[in-house]
């Protein structure tokens, strides 16, 4: 389950991604400038802003939004055990998700009693249960995922909201989200892979897979735990990601990765119009590296004063999401 705090979104447990490791010794500087102890990048290689939480960039993508009335939706499955998580997730993201800002949470659920007691809601934000069949282990789910966000997107999201956002329900928010993640189509850097270097990335290496990525291929690493943008972007993205499983499927194989393998695939032929910092989506892990503390002068260093305390963990700079041990 993940704490989101100035980590935004806080989690622990993922399912390894198979061959993931510490790499040992001092790791080579990326070609993407994301390398601990040097200035936090603030733009991606193709020119997409890449977003730290209280940067002077992040307050004037909200100023643009400030007068705009924008409905969004935030799209999370609880299927199986981790509809446990999901009361914890949604009075979370109602104190930290776009507060203020009109909100339709989309819950993919096998288990309406999940949502016992009914949770009161903000003005302008509601819920709506989208009925799914319970898929034990979250290894089947991962086969799943991506093909049931395209048909909720299509089916029910439609055009009810102007942009949508698929986070993992064991999840917390610990900080406010804001305006600053508006965009087309936007990832969120991986907390364990941040500034490591090129050759670190567990990009899928099996050449007769639908996610192999070549050796001069990729920038960053992008989590599955959150990620989004337009609804007919995040279609898109889901639909195709659902038909590269079903084409490696059809030939007996599953990326290392699972569905992230097959995300990350995607956002490298269709780079993202917006990057989230690794602070959108902790992890309190071994391999996750410490969010940098200064994006710009005016910006993360402020943020200091509101820290997330993990249980038996120190203190340490917020993250809007972070993420809690899995059910």
């Known amino acids: 389950f993940m704490y989101l705090c100035g980590t935004f979104l806080v989690n622990g447990g993922h399912p ?3 061959g993931l490791e510490p790499v040992e010794g001092e790791a ?33 993508h909200r100023a643009k939004f400030s007068q705009r009335e924008v409905r969004v939706g935030l799209l999370v499955l609880a299927v199986g055990a981790y509809g446990l998580h999901l009361r914890r997730f949604l009075l979370s993201a109602e ?17 309406p009693r999940s949502l016992e007691p009914p949770i009161k809601l903000a003005p302008e934000r ?47 928010f610990m900080a406010p989200v804001r305006e600053e993640i508006l965009s087309e189509l936007v990832a969120t850097l991986h907390p364990e892979l941040y500034g490591m270097p090129r ?32 609804v007919a972007e995040v279609f ?16 007996g194989f599953m990326a290392r990765g699972m569905e992230e393998s097959y ?27 410490d969010v940098p503390q200064n994006a710009d002068a005016e910006g993360m260093g402020q943020r200091q004063g ?13 993250t809007p999401l972070k993420r809690h041990a899995k059910a």
């Open 126 to 172: 509601d819920l709506k249960v989208i009925p799914v069949a319970e898929m034990p282990g979250w290894d089947r789910l991962a086969r799943r995922r991506m093909d049931l966000i395209a048909a909720a997107v299509k089916d029910e999201v439609g055009d009810e909201v102007a942009y949508v956002f698929c986070a993992d329900v064991d999840q917390e």
């Open 95 to 111: 104190v930290n998700f776009l507060p203020g800002r009109g909100v339709t949470y989309y819950v993919l659920c096998d288990n």
């Open 263 to 289: 995300l990350n695939r995607y956002l490298i032929d269709h780079r993202p119009t917006c990057v989230l910092s690794p602070e959108y989506s902790w992890w309190d892990s071994a391999l996750s590296a």
């Open 236 to 251: 898109r993205l889901a639909r195709a990601c659902s038909l590269l499983i079903l084409e490696d499927q059809e030939k």
């Open 16 to 18: 390894p991604i198979l």
């Open 28 to 60: 080579d500087t990326p070609d993407t400038g994301t390398s601990l102890g040097h200035q936090p990048l603030l733009e991606t290689p193709w020119g997409a802003p890449l977003v730290w939480g209280e940067s002077s960039e992040s307050a004037n």
């Open 306 to 318: 509101s820290l997330l305390a993990s249980p038996g963990l120190e203190l340490r700079l917020e």
């Open 199 to 230: 050759h670190a990335f567990p990009y899928e290496i099996e050449e007769s897979s639908a996610a192999c990525v070549d050796e001069d291929e990729g920038d960053f690493y992008y989590t599955s735990e959150l990620y989004g943008g337009r």
